[in-house]
């Protein structure tokens, strides 16, 4: 890409030499290609999605988003960085596949944030499907003002008419260092640009086939979520039991399901890679 590279993993099955292909997008933050950060942990989650997929005759490729793990030199500024890169680079991942004469057909699988980003580039390049898992039915904007009205009054007095005016495209200067981790300068552009996007309307305008696959026992994103993006397309959200947002089977205690984030060797929820499979068969 312009300024330098974006590595990935392609991960073939042992046998044919066509295959249908899933590109697989992570979630945010510094989460790399296998669905592993420093912040959430090593669970080898989207690693193990490809992995699975080979097993049953379905190349996959996943990859470093920019400025993440080995793509990481390609964002020098934070402040450089907007939502619309990971967009233009999932699509240009696209039109590279499609030019490889190995793929008959090419899926999206977005995770958490990464449904939303590959949800925008169904909607821009011709997919055979679209696997949402784990994504937002809300914006970034509405996630935001609903994770922090539960904060005291004078904490929503500040960062409410801060998000007020990223909404409306303005960056906002002199931020008090208390809620820098939200609103430094820096991070801004991302989060005017992030802001933009309704998953309900885009989900709305996708041509493609469409499942919406959510665990009962996701601590980020909830099956409200699933539902209204279930809604935006027509059809019921698939729930999966029991699976948390890291793809693994957890225990309900907030605590306990937090410890599978750091477990890579704990498989992935064994309901899971059925509903993906089958989803790419039967289209």
Known sequence: VEGGTIYGTLTLPEDGNTFKIVIIHQGSGPTDRDGNSHIGGSNNSLKMVAQNLAENGIASLRYDKRGIAESMALVQREEDLVFEDYINDLNLWIDKVHADTRFSEIYLLGHSEGALIASVSATQRDIDGFISLAGAGY????????????????????????????????????????????????VQPYLISWFQYNPVEIYSKIDAPVVVIQGDNDLQITIEDADRLGESIGQEPIIIQGMNHVLKDAPEDFEENLKTYQMPNLKLHPGLMDVIVNFIVEN
């Open 139 to 186: 914006s970034a904007y509405d996630t935001l003002k609903r994770q922090l009205s539960s904060q005291p009054k004078e904490i929503t007095d500040v960062a409410f008419p801060i998000m007020d005016r990223l909404l409306n495209g303005e960056l906002v200067s002199n931020i008090d260092p208390m809620y820098g981790a939200l609103f430094r300068e820096s």
